[in-house]
């Protein structure tokens, strides 16, 4: 099925990278498929997820989390505050932390539950008005910021424009992470993850390529 060869294609791109063997994370992203492919996945042994919607998540995920151990589930969609506390609930790390506002509100109930899951900073690295993210030149000081406010921001995350060389764009996110001292980069998806895996991703989003086109009708 999808998910062994994607994994294949994982495990050559790690090593044609000179990466350790494992070093890579594969978000099989979920949204939208059908129950039953999910579960063939989970079935399979995969348990590393991702969802772009709190709402569909917290529809499907609880029961698969009853049948199967060990689940990982990550918000890879836009966060709207008023579901940044239920987002924190059922999500083991977010990817779209992308605005000032929403950086306070996950701080604010960080202090009150004492718990926050890893956090991942969005840049807009194609700095396209339509897409979410802080634009390249304004990450180091949101990074700082998203820091001072002791939200445990782990690494950095891209959507590159679809009419673009993605490498440029993973390499414009592995150049700011470095700089921040930031460890995790969450880039690549179907059509580019073994790029995104040259270029030093650490956690790869992929979907269609697992599970199949997705059947928005
Ligand atoms: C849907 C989605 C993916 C997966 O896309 P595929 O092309 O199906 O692999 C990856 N990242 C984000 C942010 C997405 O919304």
Redesign the pocket.
Known sequence: MGLEDIQARTARAESEAGRTAGAVTLIA?S?VQPLDRVESVLEAGHRVF?E?RVQEAQGKWPEFRERFDGVQLHL??PLQTNKARAAMESFDAIHTLDRPKLAGTLARLAQETGHCPPLFIQVNTGEEPQKAGVLPSEADGFIKDARALDLPVTGLMC?PPVDEEPSLHFALLAKIAERNGLEGLSMG???DFEQAIAQGATHV?????IFGA?DYG
């Open positions: 992203v949204k991702g772009n890879i969609g959507i998806m179907s059509s989003r992929v979907g269609s390529a997705r």
